[in-house]
C-alpha cells in the first residue's frame, strides 16, 4: 500500500505534532490530502509552530488540539468529534539526563499516556496506532528508556482488537530539537570547546526525511497482532568522529574536544534488538519487524496499577522495583539508585 492510499480521505491524528518528529510528519501528511489532520501537543508554543507552518502552506483541514495524551478526557472528545482513521503517536518525554531528574513525568508521560491513547484508540476502532519508540528501549540503562520499553509492552498487550498496534525503535535524527550536531554547532560557532561525554560513545543517525519514511513504511505494513519494528541502518558513527568532522567542515582549528563524561543514564553504545528478539520476515521499505517477548495481560495490568500507585506516592523505590520486575534488563542509574538509598559502587 502506497503512502498516499493510506493517507488520502483519511483522518489522520499526531501527538506530539509540535515536536521535531511530530511536525515532520504533519507536513508530510498534509501533501497527502487527508480529510482532517488532527495535531495534539501539550506544548502550546511547539503547537503554534506547526499550526503556523501548515497554515502558510495553504492547509485548511488540520486541527490543532492544546492537550496531552494522559488526559482521557480530552481524548475522548477529539475522537468522537474527529474519528482519527490513524495514529501517530510521538508524544514524549526523550531527553535523557532532564529525565533521570524526573522520573515520575516520565513514567505517566510516557507509559501510561500511551495505555490511555491506545485504550481510547480501541474504543473508537482507529485502524492503526503506531508509536515512535527509541533503540534506548533496548536493554534500557535509563528511566526514559524503560518508560518507553514499557509502552511498547503496553502495545503488545493490548487485547486483540481491529485496531493494528505498532511500534518503531528510532535512534538519533539529525536536525531534531536537542540532537547533537546543532549542539555541536553552537559549540562551534562560540569558539568552543565542543563537549562530548565520551570518547568511545557511539549513536545511530537517520535524516528527517529517512525518519519520515520509516514510520510510514511501519504504518503502511504493520501485522495485525501488534508488533516493534526498526528501521535498517548503517553502522554507528562515533560521537567523537561527528566532533572533528564539524569542526574541520566548520575551519574552526582551535576549537578543542573536551570529554565530559557520562551522564546519568547514558549509555556507550545503543542497541536495536535485545537478546532475546529476532528477526521476522525480510525488511519491507527499510523497516525490519522483530518477534518481542510480550507480558502476559494479567501481569501488564497488576504491574501498571502497582506503579500508577507508586507514582500518586511520588515512591521513586516502589517505581523502580515495579519497573525492573515489568523490564527486567532494566537497570537503573546509579544517579536514581543513590536517590533511594541503593549503595553503588564508585
Known amino acids: ?30 501533501r497527502l490530502q487527508p480529510r482532517c489532520l488532527l495535531l495534539i501537543d501539550s506544548s502550546e508554543q ?32 477529539s475522537f468522537q468529534r474527529w474519528r482519527p482513521d490513524i495514529i501517530y503517536h510521538a508524544a514524549a518525554f526523550k531527553h535523557v539526563p532532564l529525565t533521570e531528574m524526573n522520573p515520575f513525568a516520565v513514567v505517566r508521560n510516557n507509559t501510561f499516556g500511551t495505555s490511555t491513547l491506545a485504550a481510547v484508540a480501541q474504543r473508537f ?11 534506548k528501549a533496548v536493554n534500557p540503562e535509563s528511566i526514559m528508556g524503560a518508560s518507553k520499553r514499557l509502552a511498547e509492552l503496553v502495545l503488545l498487550g493490548m487485547p486483540a482488537c481491529s485496531t493494528r ?42 535524516t528527517m526525511d529517512d525518519t519520515v519514511r520509516r514510520v510510514m513504511a511501519c504504518a503502511a505494513s504493520c501485522p495485525s497482532d501488534g508488533a516493534v519494528a ?38 556507550l553504545r545503543e542497541q536495536f534488538v535485545s537478546d532475546g528478539e529476532s528477526a521476522v520476515g525480510a525488511p519491507i521499505d527499510g523497516v525490519q519487524w522483530i518477534d518481542s517477548p510480550r507480558a502476559s495481560e494479567g501481569e501488564l495490568a497488576a504491574g501498571l496499577a502497582e506503579l500508577n500507585a507508586a507514582l500518586d506516592e511520588m ?8 519497573l525492573t520486575r515489568l ?14 538509598g541503593v549503595p553503588v559502587a564508585h
Open 46 to 77: 511547539g503547537l503554534y509552530r506547526i499550526h503556523s507552518d501548515l497554515s502558510e502552506a495553504g492547509s485548511r483541514s488540520h486541527v490543532p488540539i492544546l492537550g496531552s495524551v494522559t488526559d482521557e478526557r480530552c481524548l475522548r472528545d
Open 315 to 322: 515512591n521513586l523505590s516502589k517505581l523502580l522495583n515495579v
Open 125 to 135: 476502532e482507529v485502524a492503526r496506532l503506531i508509536m515512535i519508540s527509541t533503540d
Open 165 to 206: 498496534l505498532a511500534s518503531v525503535r528510532l535512534g538519533n535524527v539529525l536536525g531534531s530539537e536537542g540532537s547533537v550536531v546543532p549542539f555541536f554547532l553552537e559549540q562551534i560557532a562560540r569558539g568552543g570547546p565542543v563537549t562530548v561525554t565520551d570518547p568511545a560513545v557511539e549513536r545511530y543517525f537517520l
Open 230 to 267: 526498526i528501521p535498517v541502518m548503517a553502522q554507528p558513527v562515533k560521537i567523537a568522529d561527528l566532533a572533528r568532522y564539524l569542526i574541520d567542515q566548520a575551519s574552526a582549528k582551535d576549537v578543542e574536544i573536551v570529554y565530559t563524561g557520562l551522564r546519568p543514564g547514558d549509555k
Open 327 to 340: 523490564v527486567p534488563k532494566y537497570e537503573p542509574s546509579a544517579f536514581l539508585l543513590q536517590q533511594v
Open 1 to 30: 500500500m502506497s503512502f498516499a492510499d493510506l493517507h488520502a480521505g483519511q483522518s489522520v491524528l499526531i501527538t506530539g505534532a509540535g515536536g521535531s518528529i511530530g511536525s515532520a510528519l504533519a507536513k508530510f501528511i498534509h
